[in-house]
């Protein structure tokens, strides 16, 4: 086998030597500027989420939320949404300070993140039978807390009466 390296012409000059080393040092360098691109894109969306967290989330009711509503806030589920919701059930939350006190200082500081979002009102028994429910488990729109639908939801078991 004949290497490129190593292929002579009649007059003793080697063909294709600059030219094999030169393509080869191309590719090396598209390669690495290519690698280069990609980390920094997804450094950059890494960043971009990390900003801010409720920025998809617009707000959840602590007195009428469900746990799995607080899966769409990284860090609060299970444990800092169980405390919450428990506690919601034996007494409706009249401020955040409420919220916070029932927690220890881990916890409230991972609620402090989305304390733009906590919104206290009251408590409903009319949502919190709905949600509770199989027809909501499945069209509730998942793991996102909506006033919307919380005051269509009261609309609805209210004529029902």
């Not at 290497?3 to 080869?24: A, E, H, I, W």
């Not at 919601?88 to 609620?111: M, W």
């Not at 488990?137 to 009261?154: A, M």
Request: proline share 2%.
């Amino acid at each position: 086998r004949v290497s490129s390296f190593n292929n002579n012409n009649s007059n003793g000059n080697s063909n294709n030597v600059g030219n094999d080393y030169d393509s080869s040092a191309t590719a090396i360098g598209d390669r690495r500027d290519a690698i280069r691109k990609v980390l920094a894109s997804s450094a950059i969306a890494a960043f971009c989420t990390c900003l801010h967290p409720t920025a998809a989330i617009a707000s959840i009711d602590v007195n009428n939320a469900l746990a799995r509503e607080y899966t769409a806030f990284p860090g609060l589920y299970p444990t800092i949404a169980t405390k919450i919701v428990n506690a919601a059930k034996n007494e409706e939350f009249q401020s955040k300070q409420q919220v916070y006190d029932i927690l220890n200082e881990l916890e409230q500081d991972r609620l402090r993140q989305y304390d733009a979002a906590i919104v206290i009102a009251p408590l409903d028994k009319n949502v919190q039978q709905f949600k509770t429910s199989q027809i909501c488990k499945y069209e509730c729109g998942g793991r996102v807390s909506s006033n919307f639908r919380d005051e269509q939801i009261k609309a609805i078991q209210t004529d029902r009466r």
